[in-house]
């Protein structure tokens, strides 16, 4: 496995394999991996000749006062995890490379970035859409994977893709969780034990709107109430947002549930903040 | 001359030009060809295989009130001149292709996008970005060139194929002139003919800077009053404005010109905006 720091040879390695006939896969990363990401290089390799993971935390999807200082590191390990997940190469630029000084062009979703995460974290989107699409052009890759964890992410960049004419395909790898539900990220290593005893109550509550919507509920504000009447039970929980939207636009439904449903939720547990979904509805999906 | 109008055949056609090992250049024009954009064409016939002019009337670049509905076309002429200066491809796509329902992501570039035109033309350079992203990544051409006469949209092209990693090398043409001097514009025949005979004002306000500046002056104060005092002796002329600035980043200077140095100005005759500059100090150039 090739360890990439320099731009200048990430483009060496990509300009090589696409001399050789490959297809090139991305699967971009901010690192301390897990087996959520390991998924993501697994679902990718049968799409892919070369597969390269990127490892960069990146600033410009960080607020003022978030994370960005005590985002948890480990690049020795995430190196070996991605060696045995089959990566080809792991890119790991610095930010200096990704944003030399005088660099200013963003790239700016539309609406759809306005609401959920993205109401609560001004320009996370932007910043998450801008070094998406500079790893694209960096590793001209052919197909790249995200996680559906991180859902408003995956359907903003699949607009991005559509809407500026990329030619790349957007997989999606299912939400990988620990036994207990939680649904694993790397951040779940900021909560202390009784906090981590009690977060695998997102997945609980999701699971209880689901099997209402089983039995053919479809009023949103019923699913929601579901969802924070179950959530309401973990004393350390604090309700961030609990949205159930049009899963492709990700509008909330203004009215009776119409079509392929996402309820997307975000929990406080102290400072750290988790997130988690469930797609309802896919059974019907047309497209 | 391929003359290609859907998203597929251009995407067809460059497959097929990449298979067979050729270089592309792309020249992105709204229509209206005159001998401007022919220089265009034919610079980059030397640095491609594959010659693709695309013309496009982008509403996206168009502010309210301005002049997209005006806005000159002449599709039979524009081709017959596309295919005489010698392009292998023109790329003719509908607004609903380029921009289909539900398409929100734009380039939103720093602050150089903020002053000259852009401080007048809100979102302009968003729009020029976006249309001029997305046809890179529709042509996934190597090299492609602009006008300089668009001095601010060069920079910040460059810019952004800079901050975006972009694999494409822009070339830039020199403006072409009418015998009078005035700049080649597709706007240019809007003017009514007193417009037209006072037009080449803006080029003898230049000149006259111009030959300040190699008398030694170097205070943007009254390289900007020479050109000021100029334009006033054209009855017709209303100044939008008039900026002394640095090529690089243009920020106008605070102070002495440090560098190259850009005079660019807008002028409106009547409802027709023109805009020309001049570089000063290339011979100094170092990068």
Redesign the interface.
Known sequence: MRILRR?DEV?QFVSQAHQAGHRVGLVPTMGYLHAGHLSLIHRIRTHADSVIATIFVNPTQFGPGEDLDAYPRDEEGDLEKARAAGCDAVFLPTVDAMYPR???????????ANQLCGGRRPGHF?GV??VV??LF??T?CDVACFGEKDFQQLAIIR??V??????VDVLSGPIVREDDGLAMSSRNVYLDAPERAQAPILRRALLKAEALWSDGERDPNVLGQCVRTCLSEASLAKIDYIEVCDAN?LHPWDGECAGVTVIAIAVFFGHTRLIDNCELGTESRTS
Do not use: Q
Request: glycine share 6%.
């Open positions: 731009i483009r005088g660099s200013e062009t963003r790239i700016r979703p539309g609406p759809m932007e859409c801008t699409l500079k052009h960096l001209r607009r991005m559509k809407d500026l004419d990329l030619s636009s």
